[in-house]
């Protein structure tokens, strides 16, 4: 199928032309007839599958220059709301739309500027209910709706900010709902705010015939050595090491560079310029490894990544999946590498738990070149025994033998 099947007028067209995209995704197919039929549409598909372009469309089509707020876009993270407006500014370059992305972490004075001025607002909802409660922003002309990744701004505890925000909208308008996945509280809030919502869902985009998943069952001190070891001897695309804790996520970091690995990080503690300027080094290659918390797992679209490396394993099997959705993309293979020490055992359970049907090998820890390590006190040691090479095959923990999962 081609986008010209799917009746779009001849300026979306020549919007779609301009990309460079000929053939559309299989939620672009299944859920923009819907979106141009003015319909309210539950959108069930993975991260990157294109859904920014199925909502684009709707606001594209509907949206007029010069006339005030019209569309919302609500998105749970920063980045997010930041990659959606480039997205939309992309998309709208013939109609010279005025997009603005609002969100904390920055000054609201520039953006109360802005809020003045534009047609469409893609934003963070802590920030819009601060400017709803300082009456910088009005909602009463928006025709569109858009709640983008709405199953992450579940798990981030943004409900009941979504449902004012939804509130303070007209109730005749159109409302868009996108996620990986659709849970009950997204459908208990559909339900409540949304007219006769169609579903569109597509499969995912992860390929389990490319995707390979293994783990190493080591010793808590052996974690990094083990990291540090495997990142230096893969060579292919690039690389995603996820932590649980920012603070974790900065040691792990550090320690890679003083490995010599080229790795950045980023997470909620960060100032958004700087994590802004990690991710674009990220996405043009200009570093091979990113270490993030799960702001970085939803939403961004990071392309050739080969290998996920779970550091620490998350609470939440759903965060655990849509870590690894992150490889094995568009045809390509990828791996997940899980390092597991005892107190990530309760987690990965409940992974295998949930996710029976994922097979997910045990490695024998390989043996291990010295390293350097930075203390979290920033003194460097050096971790080495006598030999100064390890033969370390840990058969004690609970997924210890050659058990496959």
């Not at 010295?370 to 030999?387: D, M, S």
């Amino acid at each position: 199928m081609k986008f010209e099947d799917l009746n779009l007028g001849p300026e979306l067209i020549k919007a779609i032309n301009k990309l460079g995209l000929t053939e559309p995704t299989e939620i672009q197919e299944k859920s923009i007839p819907l979106i141009l039929e003015r319909k309210d549409v539950i959108g069930e598909s993975a991260t990157g599958s294109g859904k920014t372009l199925a909502f684009g469309c709707g606001i594209l089509d509907q949206v007029v220059p010069n006339r005030g707020l019209q569309a919302l876009v609500l998105a749970p993270t920063r980045e997010l709301a930041e990659q959606i407006k480039d997205s939309l500014n992309n998309f709208s370059y013939n109609r010279k739309l005025k997009i603005i992305a609002v969100y904390g972490g920055v000054s609201m004075n520039n953006q109360i500027q802005g809020l003045k001025k534009s047609e469409v607002v893609v934003a963070t909802p802590g920030r819009l209910l601060d400017h709803l409660n300082q009456r910088t922003i009005n909602l009463s002309q928006v025709k569109l709706l858009v709640l983008d990744e709405a199953d992450r701004m579940l798990d981030m505890g943004f409900i009941k900010s979504v449902e004012k925000i939804m509130q303070n909208c007209p109730k005749r308008r159109q409302t868009l709902f996108f996620g990986a996945t659709i849970p009950s509280d997204i459908k208990d809030l559909a339900n409540k705010y949304m007219n006769n919502p169609v579903k569109a869902s597509a499969e995912k985009l992860v390929d389990p015939s490319k995707l390979k998943q293994v783990y190493y069952n080591v010793n808590r001190g052996l974690k990094l050595p083990l990291l540090v070891n495997l990142l230096q001897h893969e060579k292919s695309g690039l690389a995603m090491v996820f932590c649980n804790m920012r603070i974790n996520t900065d040691f792990v970091a550090n320690n890679l560079r003083a490995n010599k690995i080229d790795a950045t990080s980023i997470h909620g503690g960060l100032a958004q310029n700087k994590r802004t300027k990690m991710i674009d080094m990220f996405n043009n290659s200009k570093v091979n490894v990113l270490v993030c918390t799960d702001v970085a797992s939803r939403g961004l679209h990071i392309e050739n990544v080969s290998h996920i490396y779970n550091y620490e394993i998350p609470k939440d099997p759903k965060d655990y999946v849509h870590r690894i959705g992150r490889t094995a993309r568009a045809g390509e293979s990828g791996i997940v590498v899980n390092l597991l020490s005892e107190q990530d055992h309760d987690n990965f359970s409940r992974v295998i738990k949930d996710y029976s049907s994922f097979n997910i090998e045990k490695i024998n820890t390989p043996r291990l070149d010295r390293i350097t390590i930075l203390k979290k006190n920033n003194l460097k040691n050096n971790f080495r025994r006598p030999e100064g090479r390890f033969n370390h095959n840990d058969k004690r923990g609970r997924f210890g033998g050659n058990k496959r999962w």
